[in-house]
């Protein structure tokens, strides 16, 4: 404003001059749209926003906010895991629906079992809840999901006080930390006087006593437990335990047993099935060393049988020891399957010394090692 006061004065005296001093009226003209422009737009230029330091630390200030409440697939692949073992699920069904950044007042996260000893110490961690588009579970991990635990009713029928005899034992045999331990399946069963523990050449007393077989899952590998009803006798079946890695111990569920059952006359039995064809391939030793291999399919007749080979009798006399050694009875009623199970991968059924159980090999290793002796053995015919 103080430049266009001062323009004013010249305009007049140029306008007083003679048409000679024309010239010198156009530049005072020009002079006074250039202060005027400058004096429109340089308020305009003063207001754009110029970076700086404390802006840039709110933004990166925000993007840590922001990866931080960022659920890492690391928990998502944990629960979904323990969902698969669980309940056996499939876990390409499940998906999450929502998550929240959590602190825990214990290293229980909350959810103390009856009994359980918690320390007492601040958790981050997840809150998690998925979903298989039927049912919903809600989990809670530590930030790494090193612990985690359902929020639901864990489906173990065992008293808390039977729960926590076992645990002290299992963390006695085999030095790993109690709280580390959780019940994964637990079923009602009646024992003789060796807790349902089959050892060649030993005689059990035959007498009823009543409590479960358990599964126990560690950090690393699971075992099974055969445990009276009041605890005051746990047996370890060692046969059973020991899966590891991807592999997960389950008890085979009720009305999935093989709907024919071997004679007297056969030593072993395997039947392989799933894939796409949704065909059986069952291969049979019997007595007399014969080994032969029959196909079934839902929409073919039966083949007929197809020897394959014929033992001699110290091949068989070998196998027969390999199922005694590996004490193959107390495999029953079991399976041991991985995720693949639910992807149509190929189940092995295996009927032998009057017990059956399920395997799939696509991770032996995983296996306890009395069922990797035995395939080997097998495989070996």
Not at 80 to 98: A, G, N, T, Y
Not at 118 to 129: I, S
Not at 192 to 218: F, L, N, Q
Not at 274 to 293: E, F, I, K
Request: aromatic letters at 8%.
């Amino acid at each position: 404003m103080t430049l266009l006061l001062l323009v004013l004065p010249m305009m007049r005296f140029t306008s007083n001059s003679s048409a000679a001093k024309q010239p010198q009226k156009l530049l005072s003209l020009a002079l006074l749209g250039a202060v005027m422009f400058g004096a429109v737009s340089a308020p305009a230029a003063v207001a754009l926003p110029h970076p700086s330091q404390p802006l840039i630390a709110q933004l990166k200030q925000a993007q840590a906010a922001k990866a931080k409440t960022r659920l890492p697939q690391m928990v998502v692949r944990r629960v979904k895991q323990d969902l698969v073992q669980r309940f056996e699920l499939r876990s390409r069904d499940l998906k999450v629906v929502s998550f929240s950044r959590e602190t825990w007042g214990d290293s229980c996260l909350g959810l103390a079992q009856p009994n359980e000893r918690c320390a007492m110490a601040t958790v981050e961690g997840w809150r998690v809840e998925m979903t298989n588009g039927k049912e919903n579970w809600v989990y809670r991990t530590d930030l790494k999901a090193q612990v985690i635990r359902i929020e639901t009713q864990d489906p173990s029928a065992l008293p808390p006080q039977v729960v926590d005899r076992l645990f002290e034992t299992i963390a006695k045999q085999t030095r790993v930390p109690a709280s580390s331990l959780r019940v994964l399946e637990s079923k009602a069963a009646t024992f003789d006087g060796c807790m349902g523990i089959y050892e060649p050449g030993r005689a059990c007393t035959r007498i009823a006593i009543s409590g479960w077989k358990v599964i126990v899952a560690g950090d690393r590998q699971q075992w099974v437990y055969h445990v009276s009803e009041d605890a005051s006798r746990i047996a370890q079946n060692a046969t059973a335990s020991g899966s590891r890695g991807e592999v997960f111990t389950s008890f085979i569920p009720e009305g999935n047993e093989p709907p024919t059952p071997i004679g007297d006359n056969v030593v072993f039995r395997l039947s392989v099935s799933g894939g796409l064809t949704g065909s059986v391939t069952d291969t049979y030793l019997t007595a007399d060393g014969t080994l032969y291999s029959q196909t079934r399919g839902p929409n073919s007749p039966t083949s007929g049988p197809k020897v394959m080979k014929r033992l001699s009798q110290e091949q068989l006399s070998q196998f027969q020891q390999v199922l005694e050694q590996q004490r193959v009875p107390n495999m029953n009623g079991l399976r041991f399957f991985t995720s693949a199970a639910f992807a149509d991968y190929p189940t092995s059924t295996v009927q032998a010394m009057g017990s059956t159980f399920e395997y799939i090999d696509i991770d032996k290793e995983g296996l306890p090692q009395a069922l990797q002796a035995l395939i080997q053995a097998w495989e070996k015919l």
